[in-house]
């Protein structure tokens, strides 16, 4: 991966040290807001790719299809809504983003106020399982935190864009967000990256995406339920030198 082209794409404005999503208050629409600090296009009609605003980075061999199964069954506990609200979103004052209420506005405009997005296992769970850990681990990553997404058939996450500049408001450009897919893919997932849908990937795929200016979505349209590991956190110069190496065939043993 050319570590030097995607700093340079997902450097945006500097922010002030103390910003928490200020500034959302001035907008009723969570979508609207965010598209105001995103250097994407919006263009609906240019073509996309991977390598473009997502990055693939090779396979982790070896995780247990049994640790899979055990994930997949927690995460009937833990929808979205609740994860959401607990306590548990991390960087901000209480563990609860300020902008709930510009969330919630969008879901009841677009008609999605009872549709939900995914189910959530945290890190306190997945610790048990070491081949997560050694995952997370691989890159190297400053103030990371890490939960299992458990999309189930008929649940999806409309277009959006993440909002996770509290997490290091004087460098934006060090927050990064990898996905690991847990699980071999069943037609009807999908995740979109602006115009480009990523899918047909293998359980260890994992990859990057530019998680502070790409609009982005996934759905679960399948038979099956659809795991995959989110990690976020700061670039280091050792996160730069494994993304550096990595290529859509590098393989990492577990």
């Not at 260890?204 to 990690?231: E, M, Q, Y």
Request: charged share 25%; hydrophobic share 30%; proline share 6%.
């Amino acid at each position: 991966m050319d570590i030097n082209q995607y700093a340079s794409r997902t450097k945006f404005k500097q922010l002030p040290s103390d910003f928490n999503h200020q500034d959302g208050a001035n907008y009723n629409s969570s979508w609207e807001y965010s598209k105001t600090l995103s250097n994407y296009h919006f263009d609906n009609y240019k073509p996309e790719q991977a390598g473009e605003w997502f990055h693939l980075l090779g396979n982790f061999e070896g995780i247990d299809p049994a640790d899979v199964v055990k994930i997949v069954e927690k995460s009937k506990e833990l929808d979205w809504a609740a994860i959401t609200k607990s306590g548990k979103r991390p960087g901000f004052k209480g563990g609860v983003s300020p902008m709930i209420a510009q969330e919630e506005y969008d879901r009841e405009v677009r008609g999605l106020k009872d549709i939900e997005y995914t189910n959530v296992v945290l890190e306190d769970y997945l610790d048990q399982f070491p081949s997560i850990k050694k995952i997370v681990d691989h890159w190297c990553l400053e103030k990371v935190s890490y939960r299992a997404h458990v999309q189930w058939p008929g649940q999806f996450f409309a277009v959006h864009v993440d909002k996770l500049w509290h997490r290091n408001p004087e460098d934006p450009s060090r927050i990064v967000r990898l996905i690991v897919n847990l699980d071999d893919y069943e037609p009807g997932q999908f995740v979109t990256y602006g115009n480009a849908f990523h899918t047909q990937w293998h359980a260890g795929d994992v990859h990057i995406f530019d998680t502070l200016n790409v609009p982005h979505s996934t759905a679960n349209v399948s038979t099956k339920p659809r795991p995959n590991l989110t990690i976020t956190g700061l670039r280091t110069p050792e996160t730069d030198k494994r993304l550096a190496k990595a290529t859509p065939t590098s393989k990492y043993k577990l």
